[in-house]
């Protein structure tokens, strides 16, 4: 499908940058004109998007994670973050609520709340070669605005 804008960013996995994937994506979503709960809601799935790369599959390593947005037709936000690290085993298990691989003090809600907070999900992983998440947002169009 044809984007009418887009953008990639990359940068290392340190946590640091967790916080800067999600102000460059909300500045990025503001051309839709988001409400505050939608754009609330796609910070916070980018957040738990970019915190599972730096958490789970880079662990004990520095890699790079990749973010590209890109806005298409009917007003949908199109989010992708991918990383290329250890890649999740069984995505199936990896998606329901309170499971982790992070140890005790991870909440094991990532993806639950990355599916709860916007319109599409789909999860991409190869063991040993990364992961990839995919998801969408529509943004409801106000009074006339393009």
């Known amino acids: 499908m044809k984007s009418e804008n887009e953008m990639t960013l990359e940068f290392p996995s340190k946590s640091a940058n967790e916080s800067f994937a999600r102000a460059a994506v909300a500045c990025f979503a503001a051309q839709l004109d988001p ?3 939608e754009l609330n ?6 957040s738990e998007a970019v ?3 730096i958490v789970h599959a880079y662990r004990d390593t520095i890699g790079m994670i990749t973010v590209r947005c890109r806005i298409l037709p009917e007003h949908v936000l199109d989010i992708l973050v ?3 690290g250890c890649g999740i085993e069984n995505i199936e298990q990896a998606r329901k609520p309170m499971f982790s691989t ?3 003090d991870r909440s094991g809600m990532g993806f639950t709340i990355m599916e709860s907070f916007m319109s599409d999900l789909k999860v991409a992983s190869k063991p040993g070669k990364g992961t990839t998440v995919h998801m969408k947002r529509r943004i409801v169009k106000r009074g006339g605005k393009a």
């Open 35 to 37: 409400n505050m709960e």
């Open 41 to 46: 809601d796609i910070k916070t799935a980018v």
């Open 51 to 53: 915190t599972n790369c």
């Open 82 to 84: 991918k990383d290329k």
């Open 102 to 104: 992070g140890g005790a």
